[in-house]
């Protein structure tokens, strides 16, 4: 096997990792967002041997392997196909990802419908890299806020909807199969009426077409899952989306664990988890790292010219709001404002309010330790 790295500007995945400061990162989509025990099994012991061991859960739900060589990659590679955590064909990468919402259990909506589009897997065109379809199919849709092009969900009527995204009302669908069918045929409909050049569905301001009416209206959006114990098994938040292998290995050691499923809110679901607390995973809802948003920063990228997740755990105690620590002004790990910005810039630390990473800053030029001495000075509890 051979690759060359991607560098900037392009959606990494397994068989195009991108070179990063730390190494290359191999990311891995799992398939129907879920993996057996077995495959987390294999899946941690990849990290460890071809990598740092370091994983890291992105918002797309994706997960993704640091610290790969290029040397390490060929094994990293075969032991991902061995285990059916990457396809064999590379081709399957360039077709949409799919999201689940999570909790989804073996022969619900969720489950049927996103079996159904795997089945027809092949019949998807090849996309642009960030174009996703996201199986929202409960009493209620959660996944309102992921990031997807495309959607099957649950009408106000209680039956299904397809909905493009950009748009508030979606297409009925009288069943199952009609909604893939549906789907396929408008993922189809955007790639041939110029998807490539828009990038993504919401960008694409081209009208549905006729045999598209959108006017069904999606049911009222629900509560995502908290973290904690459920009948079937228990969810748990990775502190700042990252952990490392061990910690998944040990949530998944237990005989009663059957799966994981991965989400885009640095949470996941263990199937069949009888324990409440994980050492290493959030369990707790109130823990204040919930609140705070840090992408990998340095050494991890070579864009940063700080160590974001160090001062994101010294943040915990200082702040209550919403705090964004970046390794630059991208941004990567949070789109919206936070009561509370950080942002890198020539190994120091600009501080913004109520403000994006690329927003104006009130304060430059800081360290950390001054970081956290000015926000206690403001009596920053409720920042
Ligand atoms: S925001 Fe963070 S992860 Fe994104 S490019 Fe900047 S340093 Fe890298």
Redesign the pocket.
């Known amino acids: 096997m051979s690759a060359e790295p991607r560098i900037k500007g392009w959606c990494p995945g397994a068989w195009q990792p991108m070179a990063t400061g730390d190494g290359w990162l191999v990311r891995v989509r799992p398939r129907l967002g879920q993996l057996t025990r077995g495959q987390v099994l294999a899946l941690c012991d990849a990290a460890e041997n071809y990598g740092s061991g370091l994983i890291e859960l992105t918002s797309r739900a994706n997960l993704q392997l640091r610290g790969v060589t290029e040397a390490s990659w060929p094994a990293l590679m075969d032991t991902l196909i061995a285990h059916e955590l990457v396809d064999a064909d590379p081709e399957a990468e360039r077709r949409p990802q799919i999201l689940l919402a999570l909790g989804w259990q073996a022969g619900d909506d969720t489950h049927k419908i996103a079996s159904a589009l795997n089945d027809r897997w092949h019949e998807l065109p090849v996309v642009p890299a960030k174009v996703g379809i996201a199986i929202d199919a409960g009493k209620a849709p959660v996944l309102g806020d992921a990031s997807a092009d495309f959607r099957i969900e649950r009408a106000d009527s209680r039956g299904l909807l397809v909905r493009a995204d950009g748009h508030a009302s979606g297409i009925a669908v009288p069943s199952i199969d009609a909604a893939v069918a549906q789907l396929i045929r408008l993922t189809h409909w955007f790639v041939e009426s110029g998807g490539w050049d828009s990038k993504r569905m919401r960008r694409h301001h081209v009208p549905l077409p006729d045999w598209a009416p959108a006017n069904a209206e999606p049911a009222a959006t629900g509560s995502q899952l908290p973290l904690g114990k459920y009948a079937h098994g228990a969810v748990y938040g990775l502190p700042f989306g990252r952990v490392p292998a061990k910690v998944l290995r040990d949530a998944v050691t237990p005989a009663e664990v059957t799966a994981l499923q991965v989400t885009p809110w640095r949470r996941i679901w263990v199937a069949g988890a009888s324990a409440a607390a994980i050492d290493g995973l959030i369990s707790d809802e109130q823990d204040a790292r919930l609140r705070i948003d840090a992408?990998?920063?340095?050494p991890?990228?070579?864009?940063?010219s700080v160590a974001?997740q160090p001062l994101a755990e010294h943040l915990r105690g200082v702040t209550q709001g919403a705090v964004h620590v970046?390794?630059?002004?991208?941004?990567?790990?949070r789109r919206s404002p936070a009561d509370v910005c950080l942002v890198?810039e020539a190994g120091r630390f600009n501080l913004i309010v109520n403000g994006r990473?690329d927003s104006t800053p009130v304060k430059t030029g800081l360290t950390e330790t001054e970081v956290v001495a000015y926000l206690e000075s403001l009596g920053a509890p409720h920042l």
Do not use: H, V
Not at 300 to 304: G, K, N
């Open positions: 992408c990998p920063g340095a991890y990228c070579e864009q940063a974001t970046s390794g630059c002004a991208k941004g990567c790990a890198g990473a």
